[in-house]
């Protein structure tokens, strides 16, 4: 552990006389190593006791009991309280960044550049809004009740577009999901709003529990997200309903209105830090504009910029992150680039794209690709003519609805976190990660994704009926709802499964609850490939079949997360390791360069750090954001940071290190000369 004994000196400068701007201040370390972090430390209980028991649950289905990792030591608060001392405000704590934002004179941040635990110092980015959210006030003439248990008023089509009228009539309204929404502000006094279980809400501008308009904002502070609340949690029959009425919320004030939307990036990631500690399952953000501040596309990779990199960090946690794609359209960077924005560049988040009411794409929904190549947007929702609350209005009789209409792809993500609510609500067990993965395969597009529609519109209702796994006391266990045109019929239900290339075998399925169905997979299946398919008759004596026959079978590899239908398949699976791991270098003992390999069966935040036997870090290979996959570094003596041990080591032992995610696993190798 490094000890610093330090004064920093009063800066005797007049507030008046010298302007201040906010910057992110990084501390080179902790007060303890990484690699000594350990469950029986002082310090590990003072990260758990950050952590609602929410959280930790979450923490605990994607991450073990392993699920305090060195991110989430607080920050050492000898520095923060050496930067009060000399009269600096620090604004927030960012511990997964080992970092605070701060307000720094010039004058304070030359002096802070002189001392030994300042890692480095950025400036903080403000960026404006992405999407245009384009709004007036609703006047058409109001529908008529439809079918359903609901009147969704002139909200029925933006829920019917997405099948989420036949998911609340199952009885399903986002209950088991906590959502966090990032936005501008909330009034929570609009008529869908006031019977909304809010769990804590917080403003990061002021750093207040009032997330709606106070003295020092503009009128309009808390409008957009009022709006984007009552599209994904509204409840006001005959008017407006959202998919998510019944979940809880979180709520965070960190846009600021000031010569359009300003948004500071150290409030969101303070934001999205918060809510997870909260125990949030489900977050939903805006975009930003990151030409403003000299991004370019080739940055648009995933892991470039802090929000992506704490959007990343939060997933890795078992956060589901939903943002919208952005409204830049087709040539945001350029004619034939594409028009994708951080932070929905992120591996890990679910950026939504906007559809019109018949389907159609919009012209002003971003495009992808990343830079990296990946596909953008992931899915699509309607983003047109979105009925919404308005701050501040009430039902009167000039207007149906105290209400407008909107447009923009903020609202279209808001309609798909909140139908990943409805899946969290049905299926609790499910990971983060499986729920991306049923999300992506729930789109009307599996079967040709592109950087328009991505793997398409979003159906809650096939999302709930995709079959998922479940772990119960160790044995997987497959999942899956029925529902046809007419009552199933279910002493029908079947289901047929076999390992690769060999005959299907029959089996039951046994009722679980009112709605579900469970089949128990054997012992004898561990490590093999299978592919299964579903048959049931409704009571009409139709013949039904899941997936459909022109449709590959649903696919699955004994002991993954994962079942698979279009998006994946067995030769993509097998490239993609099962488990962690870390192997012995090649050659050992070596002079002076050697190979290090590891392999993610997920996308993980990874570390790989090279120590000596008394502790001390000799060299960081990597300290990045990687897809999953299998992975080779080299490690020589010839090539280490300046003041390691010259330019070269000497003959010993070394323990590297690999870090990823919760997973950490060293090594010994030697060096020979």
Not at 383 to 388: A, D, M, P, S, V
Not at 407 to 421: I, K, P, Q, R, Y
């Amino acid at each position: 552990m490094k000890l610093f004994f330090f004064t920093l000196l009063p800066l005797f400068v007049s507030s008046i006389t010298l302007s201040q701007e906010k910057y992110f201040v990084y501390f080179t370390d902790k007060g303890i190593e990484s690699h000594t972090l350990n469950k029986s430390s002082r310090i590990y209980a003072e990260a758990e006791k950050l952590l609602s028991t929410e959280s930790i649950e979450r923490r605990k289905q994607v991450m073990g009991d392993d699920y305090i990792t060195f991110e989430d030591i607080p920050v050492n608060e000898k520095y923060i309280g050496a930067l009060e001392a000399s009269g600096i405000k620090v604004v927030h704590k960012l511990k997964w960044f080992n970092a605070v934002s701060c307000y720094l004179s010039k004058l304070q941040l030359n002096d802070l550049k002189k001392l030994s635990f300042i890692k480095s110092i950025e400036p903080v980015r403000v960026f404006t809004k992405s999407e245009t959210l384009k709004e007036s006030y609703y006047q058409k003439p109001q529908l008529n009740k439809s079918n359903y248990s609901f009147d969704y008023g002139n909200s029925f089509t933006q829920n019917l577009l997405s099948e989420i009228p036949a998911v609340h009539d199952l009885g399903f309204y986002g209950q088991n999901a906590i959502i966090g929404i990032i936005n501008s502000g909330f009034r929570r006094d609009h008529p869908s709003l006031e019977s909304r279980i809010v769990i804590a809400e917080k403003d990061f501008i002021n750093n207040d529990d009032t997330t709606s308009n106070q003295d020092n904002d503009l009128f309009n502070q808390d409008s957009v997200g009022t709006t984007i609340f009552s599209v994904i949690g509204g409840f006001a029959p005959g008017y407006l309903i959202g998919p998510a009425f019944g979940s809880r919320f979180l709520l965070a004030k960190t846009d600021k209105f000031l010569n359009g939307i300003n948004i500071e990036e150290d409030n969101q990631i303070a934001a999205l830090q918060w809510m997870e500690e909260m125990g949030v399952d489900i977050t939903l953000s805006s975009v930003f504009d990151p030409r403003q501040l000299s991004y370019t596309f080739q940055n648009m990779n995933g892991k470039t910029s802090r929000i992506a990199q704490a959007v990343n960090l939060a997933y890795l946690r078992g956060v589901s992150t939903f943002t919208a794609a952005g409204d830049g359209g087709a040539n945001y960077w350029g004619t034939g680039i594409g028009g994708i924005q951080t932070p929905a560049d992120a591996a890990s988040i679910i950026s939504v794209g906007a559809v019109s009411e018949n389907k159609l794409s919009t012209v002003f929904s971003s495009r992808g690709p990343t830079s990296d190549g990946r596909i953008k947007p992931e899915i699509v929702a309607q983003g047109t003519e979105i009925l919404h609350g308005i701050a501040g209005s009430t039902y009167n009789t000039n207007v149906s609805f105290g209400g407008g209409e909107g447009t923009g792809t903020e609202f279209s993500a808001a309609l798909a976190a909140g139908s990943a609510a409805l899946l969290k609500s049905v299926y609790p067990h499910l990971t983060n990660k499986q729920i991306r993965q049923i999300m992506l395969e729930s789109g009307d597009n599996t079967a040709a994704p592109n950087n328009v529609r991505g793997y398409g519109l979003i159906s809650a209702k096939k999302a709930i009926t995709f079959p998922n796994f479940e772990f119960v006391n160790d044995q997987p266990v497959i999942n899956k709802i029925f529902l046809s045109s007419g009552q199933v019929n279910e002493s029908t239900i079947k289901i047929f499964i076999r390992e690769e290339n060999q005959p299907f075998q029959e089996g039951r399925m046994t009722k679980k609850g009112s709605i579900k169905f469970a089949y128990e997979l054997l012992p004898n299946f561990a490590g093999k490939n299978f592919e299964f398919f579903f048959t049931f008759q409704n009571n009409a004596g139709i013949n039904y079949r899941e997936p459909v026959p022109t449709l590959p079978n649903y696919r699955f590899k004994y002991g993954s997360w994962a079942i698979d239908n279009i998006l994946t398949g067995f030769k993509q699976n097998d490239n993609i390791p099962v488990n962690f791991s870390l192997q012995q270098n090649y050659p050992n003992p070596f002079n002076p360069v050697t190979n290090i390999s590891y392999s993610l069966p997920v996308a993980s935040f990874v570390t790989l750090k090279v120590f000596d036997l008394l502790g001390r870090e000799v060299g960081t290979l990597i300290n990045e954001f990687k897809l999953p996959g299998n992975y080779n570094s080299q490690f020589s003596i010839l090539n280490l940071p300046a003041g390691r041990q010259g330019s070269k080591l000497s003959s010993g032992v070394y323990i590297y290190q690999l870090k990823a995610g919760d997973f950490i696993q060293s090594k010994k190798m030697m060096v020979l000369k």
